[in-house]
């Protein structure tokens, strides 16, 4: 069996310079990048990373976790379990 193989894709000519760069920051090549992707699908079965479509309530929720809006303060752990238990 052959030691490499070769893979062949095009790709967005900025996308690809983008991302070299910080795979470049990262001390990696975009084969050793590659490698470490298809090492990791190989382990996991399947993609490493959650592919999603998400509907709009979920969308509407995350937005609001990541921007801190309707997200009620607790001063400590037991008043938020105590919330948790009548919600």
Known sequence: MAKTATISARIDPELKGNVEYILGELGLTTAQ?????????EMYKGL???VRIYNSETLSALEESENYQSLKPFDD??????E???G
């Open 48 to 50: 490493p990373f959650a």
């Open 77 to 82: 752990l037991d008043e938020l379990f105590s």
């Open 33 to 41: 990048a590659i490698t470490l992707f298809f090492k990791q699908v």
């Open 84 to 86: 948790l238990e009548l």
